[in-house]
């Protein structure tokens, strides 16, 4: 078990805490309204409940472990996504190149080797995939299929493997170091989905992409982008390098970033006519409806922080 920088124990205990609220709450709502159901509240707090105990476990146990974990979650993502996208039966030899990427991009993660994890899959994997499709000999639907999976090997590979590498970065504030950066991103861009769809429920009147998610309002994404970035200003400081101002331009980016690759997945779902891209998280669906904004916030907040701090 290595050290834990205050900084990041205190964002911790705070996390524990919202939890705690949260689940209060809900036993209060449950004795004022017996007669209504809260069976889906219950699952979502009881799934948050896991999955940020076995985060902060890992992220506690060691830098290795932390790393491990994300690697399980881009390969679970990976999995729900091929298992809603139809590909060709031809195509399963492909699949477990795609698969194999998960282990060799985590590796180079795992030993810093910027240079490599940066076009590993941008780069030789998207021309390795479909110089083996040819050798399969089966040309009917080859377009498709390819840009099916190497789009999801970018999606839930290498988008989300950037998460992991936050942890490999340079040292720049001690008091919280990499686990800070780690609980900033996931914290500011979960926190970006529940202020969005607050301010949404409040005032929201006119809707940006109806036929995407009907649910989306300018309000409510005007709202949320308000809060996000007058919030990380604040708290960006506390857990990473970045000063107030780099701090509230990167609570700016992960909203906008973050509400894109929700109405991204949210696409991809409509055009399958299915309402969860899983059934793996009670109460929030499959992983996919899980990491959709941190899908599009992972790599763009690794790069602004990578270029503004590093």
Same mark, same amino acid.
């Given at each position: ?12 205990? #705070? ?38 105990? @076995? ?53 180079? #993660? ?87 769809? @607050? ?28 809060? @996000? ?82």
């Amino acid at each position: 078990m290595w050290e834990i920088p205050p900084h990041s124990l205190y964002a911790m205990l #705070v996390v524990f805490g919202l939890l705690v609220t949260a689940t209060t709450c809900r036993l209060i709502l449950k004795r004022l309204k017996p007669e209504k159901d809260y069976t889906e509240l219950r699952q979502r707090i009881q799934s948050w409940w896991w999955m940020i105990g @076995i985060l902060f476990l890992c992220l506690i146990v060691s830098r290795t472990t932390a790393i491990i974990l994300f690697a399980f979650i881009s390969f679970l993502a990976l999995k729900e996504f091929f298992s809603i996208v139809p590909t060709r039966q031809a195509d399963r030899r492909v699949l477990f190149w795609a698969y194999l990427s998960i282990p060799v991009q985590y590796y180079l #993660v795992s030993i810093g080797w910027y240079g490599l994890f940066i076009i590993f899959i941008p780069v030789y994997l998207f021309l390795f995939l479909p110089m083996r499709m040819v050798l399969i000999g089966e040309t009917r639907g080859f377009i498709q299929s390819a840009g099916i999976i190497h789009w999801a090997v970018m999606l839930t590979v290498f988008c989300l493997s950037h998460i992991a590498y936050l942890l490999m970065l340079p040292v720049k504030n001690a008091d919280a170091g990499g686990m800070g950066l780690v609980i900033f991103l996931l914290f500011m861009t979960q926190f970006n989905d529940v202020c969005q769809f @607050i301010w949404g429920k409040l005032l929201g009147r006119h809707k940006i992409i109806p036929k995407v998610s009907p649910n989306k309002t300018w309000e409510g994404f005007i709202g949320g982008l308000l809060t @996000i970035a007058l919030v990380s200003g604040f708290l960006g400081p506390f857990l990473t390098p970045l000063n107030f101002r780099f701090s509230l331009l990167a609570g700016l980016l992960i909203s906008v970033s973050g509400f894109i690759g929700d109405v991204v997945i949210s696409s991809i779902k409509r055009d399958l006519e299915i309402k969860d891209s899983g059934s793996l998280i009670p109460g929030h669906g499959g992983i996919l409806d899980r990491c959709d904004s941190l899908i599009f916030t992972s790599p763009l907040f690794f790069h602004y922080l990578y270029y503004m701090s590093f």
